[in-house]
Structure formats: C-alpha cells, structure tokens
C-alpha cells in the first residue's frame, strides 16, 4: 500500500507538471503571509484580487498560490484582528511576495483599518466548522481562571458534554472517541487532565484551533464525528519572548526564540499543578501523602533551509499522577511530530508529515514496596506512528486540487498485569494487538460563479495482523454474554487476520445569494477502524482501546447538512442556521454486567446496533466593537437502537442533550480592563430508573418493568461564570507586560447534577431513595497573574 501511495504521488507530480507547461501565458504570484510581530504564518489570510474579482486563502502554513493574466493588480491581503494591506503589482512573470500583516493596533504602510473582506464568511465552502481564536479563548471565563481550549469549544453549538469531570466532548451525535483530536497533526487519544477538568493543550503554545463538525474535506479520515485540529506557535522568529502565569493551582512557561539569524525559531511551553502540595497541610495524616497533580512539556522548532523548504519538529509530552499511600493511579500522551514543507513550484506544495503518538495508563498497588506479599501492576497503552505526504496544486484561482495518502501502523498493549498473593505471582496479561491503516485521497475546490464546490473521495483500506490467537463466539441467549469457541486460530506474526476497504465520498456546495448571503449544503461519509470501549455514565482513563477484528466491524457515518450563512452591518454580525441528520452504523453497547478490563474475550462482551443523531444549530456572532461575543442554540436528538436493548426501539444515548443554549460575552471597557462572561443551560441528560420494586430478604430491590433504557432524564444543567481581565500598569522588568485574571465559575452557586442514582435508604431497608451526585457544588472564584516579556 505504501508503494501505491507513492506511485500515486509521482503519477500526480509529471501530470501536474505537464499542465504546467501548457499554461505559460499566465503568471503566479505566490508566497507566505506572517505576523509582522512574530514570524508566525497566518492561516486562512484572504488573499483577493480587485481587478479579477477572485481570490483565494492561505493554507496551515500561510503558503498562498494564484495564477492570473498578465496585468497590473491591487492584491488585498486581510484576516480577522490584523490590519488590511493593498499590494499594487506590474504581473508580467512569476513572482514571489511574501507578506508581513500587523494586529488593527499597529500602524503599517500601505495599510487599511479593516478586519478581512466584507463577504469572507458567507462566500468560504466551509461549513458546520468553527474556529475560536486563542485572543478571544484567554479572555472568557474559566475554571479556577486557567483558560482551557477543550472547555471553550463547549460553547459552540452541536458540543457537549456529559457533565462537569467528564473527559473529552460530544459532537452531533458523537461519543467522545468519535473525534479525531489532532495536536500538529498527532493524534491525541485522551485531551483531559485530572478526570476532564483540564485539558492537555497549553494555551500559551496553541496558535489556532479548527473544530470540523461536518463537510469534513477528503484529507482527513480515522473519526465519524468531527475534527478538532489544533495548531502549535511554531516560536517567535523575530525576537526573545518569555511568558505564563501563575494560578490557583498551577502554573506556566513558555520561552521563544529565533535562531540562525532568523532563520529558525523554537518554542518550549511546560505547565505543573500543584493542588496537592496546597492542600496537604489540610488533610488528615493518612492522606498527607496523596498525589493528584499533572504536568505536561510542548515543544516545537522550525527552520527554512532556503526559499522552497522548511522543515518543522515539535512534541507533546503530558502526565496524570493520582493515588496515595500503597495505591498508584497515572496517565498521559506522548506526541512526536516532523514535517517538510517543500514548493515544487509557485503552484504546488507539498507537506510531508510522519508522527509518533503513545497513549498509556498504569495502576498499581505495592508496587513500589519489595517486601509486600500483596501487590498488583497493571500497565495499558496503545501507540500508531504514519506517514503522511499532502499535496496542494493551484491549478487556477478557481480551482485547487488536493490529493495524497497515509500509512498508520497500531501497537496495542490492552493490559500487561500480574497479580501478586502471598507470594505467588499471577500473570493475567493480555496479548498485543496489531493494525495497520492506509488510505488515498484526492479532493478538488472549484468556483464557478456564484456557486463554489468541494468534492473528493478518500480510500481506506485495514488490515488487523497477528500475532493473535482468534476466537469465534457462540450466542447462547440474546443480548446476553456470548461465549468463546474452543480452540481459538492461531496466526502468526504479520499474518492478516482480517481486511475491511471503505470509500469515504465528500461534498460541499455554497450557492451566493447575494454578497451577504449564501446556501450550503454537504455530504460526507467516515469510518472509524479504532473503538473505545466504555460502560461507564463518562468516559475514564482506564477505558479500553480496541481495534476493529473479525467480531467488531469498523464504525461507519453518513452525515448530511444544510445551511443559512447571513452577514449583517458591514460585517459586524455573523448569523447562521444549520440543520443535519446522521446515521451511524455498526455502534458498540454492552451487554449487562459487561467487564471490559482485562477481558481475553471482550467481544463476546459487545452488542453491535445503529445510531442516529439530527438537530438544528442557530449561531449569532458579534465580530466588531468594545462587545463582542456570540449567542448560540442548538435543538438536537441522539438515539441509538441495539437489538435486545430498550425492546428493540430506539432509546436516547447518555449523551443526548435536546435543548443546548450558550451566550458568550466579552466587553472591552477601557484599554486596560475587559469584563466577560459566559452562560450555559442544557437539558439534562437521560438516566434508567426503576419503575417498580420488590423485596426480597427483607430489602428493596429496584426493577425497570418495561425494560426501557434512558426513559427519564436528571435535571437540567445551567451556569454563569464572570471574569475580569486588568492589565498591570507597571512594566514587568521594564520592557514586558502583565496582567492579572479575575474569575468565578458557577456564580450563583449551582449544583448542578453529574448523575441521578437510586439506592437503598440507610434507615430502612425496605425503602429506596434517588440520590444526586454533583461534580462541582458550588461556586469558585480564582486570581491568576500574567505575563509576557
């Protein structure tokens, strides 16, 4: 498969070189878009021709490309929160321009106050997809005022959550394994720290932040749900930078600097709580030695090796440490990640991105004692490194082709355990698995007047390889544990076990209704070779990753959109109406008193059924003036239907939330002081209480008569949270800058509920009572110090 990619690649670069030759009578300009201050590439900078009435934007790395007849032309280069600059150009050969943009608070030549061009958001392809810039994201409300990229996005519409403390985030649909979470281009496969509270992504190294809920375009693949791709600074080539913070509970620093007369730069960005070490002083003499803290280290370098290459290294390194005493609990990512970006020509681009990415937990208890006659260590990780080469061809400013491939290769360690009794050891260890993914992809961007296109389709092809003994499964009763078939098949190492193919077709059209207005519409088809396995209301740490085999098939989503973009006031408000509808195959339940950890025959353990998921996202977006911010309302339904399970029909999912309202404001009151707030209700999410009950042996014993899954629902979930940013008037170390960061989360001190349980009431044993459990039941305020020199 890798030999076919790469046939592929050089069949695409003569063709491509052929239609170069016969289109000599027109010229290119082409070139990189950065941030004057920095270095930084900007991406998606509009880049618009006056005299043509056409344009295009830049890519991930700020590359732009776009032919045109010789001429003279005025170039208007424009992106949100910098200034607008006009370049007049004499295009009678290629010709390569390179330009520097400045935030609206510089003043440049040849410069226009202006944001980006008038008709931007209605006229691009894309929909279903937001974007939150990292200036906006450190000015809202957070929790213990450490700002969190995973949080924020949370209050876009089509996400949720299952509650406070919960990992990850839910999108149209979607459980949380279902999005593909991309840290320059690594995959992260779990984005929380302590339990869900925090997420992995130092704000002070993100440079942009994509979420893709729909029209997902050919080049990605892996996920049924959406994209969340998550871009590092790749350090600041201009001069040294230092900043961070120091919170509540943890604290942060970031260093920049460029190198090799600029032509370099790096960046090293590390974080460590340390609510542990505050809190010890108040806990009892046993818990005095709890650890529950994380740290993480984000690292990235670049350097251009002349005019058509540069090369990019970064990596992520992350962990979790929970326990005390005799017991141990941790986990955490390890991302690694190298990239060339080489032109060909001024109209083909390459990146060629390999990366290394390990996920790994471990519990144990008397591990680290050599005289306990009592111990158990449990170790799980699940490690993929690909290859991936990407191409971009301007072919002409109406039409950009992309294509490409990817080779990824799955190690995983479900469980490396052993069990020590009095002595004795019990290795209860389960075998490696082994995978391997390969996909091709070819994807084209076409205007054609009022209408713009996106099309492509996307190939891929897995294969599940041994080593690995095999085993059938035979049902005995339905929806009921099913059980292995002796002797299971032994294959040997690099024998294929199984093979699944997929075509994976993409489309998205914008029709312009007028210069403020536009339809669109998408259709997209995924796969998902990876599953998590998880019985639990939220997802954990310790869940299960497994691989698609012979018994569990790959996730399949056919998704389809349409939408209302509308630009009111010269640009100063954003509105938009979407509505989807979203059929999932080959879901994974459970069946009852499932056990998932260290299980040799766990797929005897899973049902296999359908989902579905529609809903309607209306969003209203403030871009202009001291108050920003955006209102969003989403109307939605989550539903899955498994035989056996709720009487065969279909049954809301734990993620189901019907009513999701959020408001985001951010007031800039003078130069100095910015006051936001956010505000969130949600429906509750459903719950299965008993419908009757009977005693037995003198207890009360609940019992759902009908069999019904999720037929009720907790209570509703709401919150305000405030925040005050104050910039220090004082210099920090006479040059730099600093601010200091007021916040209260859950402002008028709600409780809101987590779960809603039943159980036996203490007193009398014949009766039972609801319990409500709440994550976080009351409110926090929080200071956090700034600063940047």
Not at 33 to 48: F, M, P, R, T
Not at 167 to 183: A, E, H, I, K, T
Not at 434 to 461: M, P, T, W
């Amino acid at each position: 498969m890798k030999n076919t990619i790469l046939k592929i690649c050089l069949m695409g670069l003569v063709l491509l070189g052929n239609y170069s030759l016969q289109a000599q009578s027109k010229s290119t300009i082409s070139g990189y878009v950065k941030d004057v201050a920095n270095g930084e590439g900007l991406i998606g900078v509009s880049v618009y021709v006056r005299e043509a009435q056409t344009g295009v934007t830049t890519n991930t790395y700020g590359f732009y490309s776009i032919t045109l007849p010789s001429g003279n032309y005025n170039v208007v280069y424009s992106y949100i929160g910098y200034e607008k600059r006009i370049k007049t150009i004499d295009l009678t050969t290629d010709q390569t321009l390179n330009i520097e943009l400045g935030s609206e608070s510089e003043q440049l030549q040849e410069v226009t106050v202006s944001t980006r061009r008038d008709d931007e958001n209605v006229r691009s392809i894309e929909m279903s997809v937001n974007k939150v810039d990292m200036k906006t994201i450190k000015k809202m409300p957070a929790l213990l005022g450490e700002v969190d990229l995973i949080r924020s996005i949370q209050l876009l519409p089509g996400v949720t959550t299952v509650g406070e403390g919960a990992s990850g985030f839910n999108v149209r649909g979607g459980d949380v394994s279902q999005n593909l979470v991309l840290l320059d281009e690594a995959p992260v496969y779990n984005s929380s720290h302590l339990f869900g509270f925090f997420s992995v992504f130092n704000p002070d190294a993100v440079k942009d932040v994509k979420l893709i809920k729909g029209g997902i375009p050919a080049q990605y693949g892996g996920r049924i749900s959406s994209i969340l791709d998550v871009r590092m600074k790749e350090g600041n080539s201009k001069k040294r930078e230092v900043n961070g913070g120091i919170g509540t509970i943890f604290s942060r620093l970031t260093y920049e600097q460029p190198f090799a007369k600029g032509k370099g730069s790096f960046i090293v960005a590390g974080r460590r709580s340390y609510i542990d070490i505050l809190s010890k002083p108040f806990l009892k003499k046993d818990l005095r030695d709890s650890k529950f803290n994380f740290y993480d280290l984000t690292a990235k370098v670049n350097y251009q090796l002349g005019n058509k290459d540069t090369f990019f290294a970064s990596g992520y390194f992350g962990k979790d440490v929970f326990g005390g005493g005799d017991f141990g609990f941790g986990w955490g990512n390890a991302t690694a990640t190298g990239r060339w970006n080489h032109i060909f020509s001024n109209k083909l681009f390459m990146n060629l991105t390999g990366y290394y990415s390990n996920y790994d937990y471990s519990l144990g208890q008397n591990t680290n004692d050599p005289n306990a006659k009592d111990k158990f260590d449990w170790k799980s990780k699940i490690i993929s490194t690909s290859i991936k080469p990407d191409f971009t061809y301007y072919l002409t400013p109406n039409n950009q082709l992309t294509f490409g491939g990817q080779y990824i290769r799955y190690d995983s360690r479900p469980g490396k355990a052993t069990a020590i009794s009095e002595g004795e050891t019990t290795d209860i260890s389960l075998e490696p698995r082994y995978a391997d993914e390969s996909a091709l992809y070819i994807g084209n961007e076409q205007k054609l007047g009022r209408v713009s296109l996106q099309y492509g389709l996307r190939y891929s092809f897995y294969r599940s390889l041994g080593p690995s003994t095999e085993y059938d499964y035979l049902e005995v009763e339905k929806g009921q544990r099913k059980l292995p078939i002796f002797p299971g098949t032994s294959y040997g190492d690099g024998d294929v076990i199984k093979t699944y193919g997929n075509w994976e077709p993409r489309f998205s059209v914008n029709v312009g209704i007028t210069t403020n207005t536009s339809i669109k519409a998408s259709y997209n088809r995924t796969s998902q070779y990876l599953h998590l396995l998880s019985n639990t209301a939220a997802s954990s740490p310790l869940d299960v990753w497994t691989m698609s085999s012979a018994v569990i098939k790959p996730e399949l989503a056919d998704q389809i959109a349409l939408g209302w973009f509308q630009n009111f006031r010269d640009n100063t408000f954003e509105a938009s109406v979407e509505v989807y509808y979203k059929k999932l195959y080959n879901q994974i339940d459970y069946v009852p008193g499932s056990d998932l950890l260290l299980n040799q025959f766990v797929p005897g353990d899973l049902l296999f059924g359908d989902g579905r998921a529609y809903g309607a996202e209306f969003y209203l977006k403030k871009n202009k003036g001291k108050l920003t911010g955006w209102v969003s309302y989403t109307l939605s339904r989550t539903e899955r239907k498994v035989e056996t399970i709720s009487n065969d029909n279909w049954f809301p999912a734990r993620f189901d939330k019907p009513h999701n309202f959020t408001a985001v404001a951010i007031y800039d009151l003078t130069d100095r002081l910015a006051l936001s707030s956010n505000f969130t209700i949600t429906s509750g999410t459903p719950a299965t209480f008993p419908t009757n009950r009977y005693g037995y042996n003198g207890w009360a014993l609940g019992h759902n008569y009908d069999g019904t899954r999720n037929g009720s629902r907790i209570p509703a979930y709401h919150r305000l949270d405030l925040a005050a940013t104050l910039k220090s008037k004082r210099k920090l170390f006479k040059t730099g800058d600093g601010e200091w960061v007021f916040s209260v989360y859950n402002v008028y001190n709600r409780r809101n509920p987590f779960s809603v349980y039943t159980q036996v009431n203490e007193d009398n044993a014949l009766r039972t009572e609801a319990v409500k459990y709440s994550v976080i039941g009351s409110f926090i305020p929080s200071v956090t110090y700034n600063f940047k020199f």
